[in-house]
C-alpha cells in the first residue's frame, strides 16, 4: 500500500515563527504537492515539485516555500506563521505520469 | 479557475441514488474524483479521460462530457459508507497539476 505520512496531525504556532511540514512517501514517487484545505473552500494547491529540488508555485504560493532535498520528502515551510495560515494542510504524491494522487493524513495548524 | 461543483450538499436516504456535477470553463483533459471521510485524508475514487467515457467503480459511476466540460459521478442504491465529502480535481494536460472544487457533502441516513 502507498503510504503518505505527515509529521504532525495537531501543531499550534505562535505569530512570526517559522513553521516545517514535513511529508513522507514511500512509494518512490516522482510527483508530490502541498495543499491547503479550508471549510467552503475545498482544496488549494500551494505547492508541487515533479522532481528532487524542483518546485512549481500552485494557485496559493504566498507566504509559503517548500524544500525538496530528498524524492521521499517533501516539506512546507511558513516562513513567518500568521493567523490567516490557521488551516488543515495535506501533503499527496503520485508517480510521475501517474493520475492517482495519495493523500497524507493532513496536518491541522494553529496559529495564534 | 475552481471548477464547480453542484449540488452544494446532498442528503440522501439508505438505497437512493444521487448525482454530483463538476463544472470547468476550459478546456479539459482529466476528471478525477476523490471521496474524503470526516477526518480521514482524500481516497481516489475514479479518473475520466477526455473522449466520454464513463467508468464504474461498484455502485459509483461517472461520466466526462468534454465538449460540455463538466463530468457527473453517480451513486447508485447508497449505503452509509458513501457519506463524505466528493471533491473533483480537474486537469488540462496530461502532466498538468489538478485543481479542485470546494466539494459536496454528501450524507446518506438510515
Known amino acids: 500500500d502507498v503510504k503518505v505520512t505527515q509529521s504532525s496531525r495537531y501543531l499550534v504556532k505562535r505569530t512570526g515563527e517559522k513553521v516545517f511540514l514535513e511529508c513522507v512517501q514511500d512509494m518512490d514517487h516522482e510527483n508530490m504537492f502541498w495543499y491547503r484545505q479550508d471549510p467552503g473552500l475545498g482544496l488549494r494547491l500551494i505547492y508541487f515539485?515533479?522532481?528532487?529540488?524542483?518546485?512549481e508555485k500552485g494557485d496559493i504560493p504566498e507566504g509559503y516555500s517548500v524544500s525538496r532535498e530528498k524524492k521521499e520528502r517533501f516539506s512546507l515551510i511558513l516562513e513567518s506563521a500568521s493567523t490567516n495560515q490557521t488551516s488543515m494542510y495535506l501533503c499527496a504524491s503520485s508517480s510521475q505520469g501517474g493520475e492517482t494522487q495519495y493523500f497524507g493524513p493532513g496536518t491541522r495548524l494553529l496559529v495564534l | 479557475q475552481q471548477p464547480v461543483q453542484s449540488p452544494q450538499a446532498v442528503i440522501l436516504r439508505e438505497g437512493e441514488d444521487a448525482v454530483i456535477n463538476c463544472s470547468s470553463s476550459?478546456?479539459?483533459?482529466?476528471v478525477h474524483w476523490y471521496r474524503q471521510k470526516h477526518g480521514e485524508a482524500p481516497v481516489f475514487l475514479m479518473i475520466l479521460l477526455k473522449g466520454g467515457e464513463q467508468k464504474g467503480h461498484e455502485k459509483i459511476s461517472a461520466s466526462f462530457n468534454e465538449k460540455k466540460q463538466q463530468s457527473s459521478l453517480y451513486l447508485t442504491a447508497s449505503q452509509l459508507s458513501y457519506s463524505g465529502t466528493y471533491f473533483c480535481?480537474?486537469?488540462?494536460?496530461?502532466?498538468?497539476?489538478?485543481?479542485f472544487g470546494k466539494g459536496i457533502t454528501l450524507s446518506v441516513r438510515p
Open positions: 480535481g480537474t486537469a488540462t494536460g496530461a502532466n498538468s497539476k489538478l485543481t
Open positions: 515539485s515533479y522532481d528532487v529540488k524542483m518546485k
Open positions: 476550459k478546456a479539459l483533459y482529466s
